[in-house]
């Protein structure tokens, strides 16, 4: 899922996302509940209506910006408060104003509010922080069943939208056993491993992922949040997760970082100054069909916008790519096991 932090996905237009075949994308609580705000968004029909997306759209709760606001949030059992990073002014997010807005946004799946404890946390630090999210991932399902029907459109029963649970618990495989299980007990419509990908090695993500996966059901989507490089989601994607988030294929575009099938591909090098080959020449993505590295190199020095829109196009496509492939793959397998 491409990330639209800000309701959109750093410069790539919504009609380009729709023909590199993006199914879904991200929109970020925290950030449109502060500016332009979920009560605007709600008046004007929701998060879809508003950024001109008539395709599936997922909020995160504001729990990881709001945590990583560091000096500027406190915390509650309650809830967090904290100030905008925009004008300092004072906020609180509790689990059911987190829906809340979510609700007033749209999104097809809401996220529940959770702690993302950080790494490392010790022990007594991990179970505390567990506790916290699983509280607060009841109190948001509660909210989230009783007032989903307040979408910004009519829908009587608001059942087409779906709320997760995030299986929390730092680095330790038993605190996230325990989360899963009590998530499952809570019912709901999908689950995510969250804290992942929070400075820790890469082993230990992995192990994370795998010990929490099986433990949760098969039948409904099963997603880490804030994965990953293009060989880790295409790992995971094969153990059986159906969704994964990262801003790194547009972040690391702007900064002129390319993905591509030769590995990564740092276009401010000088070896590309006059390099007329594509960015990668196994992508059919519209940036790779028609430009050159050395075209992307330029506008990249020249410092001009257009850049981090191609270099975002192809890193998306490269991305998707990856989905579509392993998609492809799976369908195969599970065509050839039934016999058809
Ligand atoms: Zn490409």
Partial sequence: MPVGTQGTVKAVPQDTLEALGAQIILGNTYHLYLR??????????????????????LTDSGGFQVFSLNELRKVSD????????????????????????????????????????????????????????????RRSLDYFRAHRHLVPWSDPKGCCMQCFGIVQGGMY????????????????????IGGLSVGE??????????????????????????????DEIEQY????VDMMDCVLPTRAAR???????????????KQYAEDQGPPDPLCDCPVCRRYSRAYLRHLMQAGEALSGTL??????????????????????????????
């Fill in 255 to 269: 900064h002129g970082l390319l993905f591509t099938s030769e590995g990564r591909l740092n276009i401010k090098n």
């Fill in 173 to 192: 495989t038993d605190l996230r056993r325990q989360c899963a299980e009590r998530l499952v007990e809570m019912d709901f419509d999908g689950y995510a």
């Fill in 36 to 57: 332009p705000g979920h009560e605007a968004i709600r008046r004007m029909g929701g998060l879809h209506k508003f950024i001109s997306w008539p395709h599936a759209l």
């Fill in 237 to 240: 994607a094969r153990m059986g």
């Fill in 311 to 340: 270099n975002s196009i192809h890193n998306l496509a490269f991305y998707l790519g990856i989905m579509k492939r392993v998609r492809a793959s799976l369908h195969e397998t599970s065509h050839s096991a039934t016999g058809n």
């Fill in 78 to 137: 309650d809830g967090v408060r904290f100030r905008s990073h925009l004008d300092g002014s004072s906020h609180s997010f509790t689990p059911e104003h987190s829906v809340e807005v979510q609700i007033a946004l749209g999104a097809d799946i809401s996220m529940a509010f959770d702690e993302c404890t950080e790494y490392p946390a010790d022990r007594p630090r991990a179970e505390e922080s567990l506790r916290l999210t699983m509280a607060w991932a």
């Fill in 201 to 230: 090695p890469r082993e230990l993500t992995l192990d994370m992922i795998a010990e929490t996966l099986p433990l949760l059901p098969k039948d409904k989507p099963r997603y880490v949040m804030g994965v990953g490089y293009p």
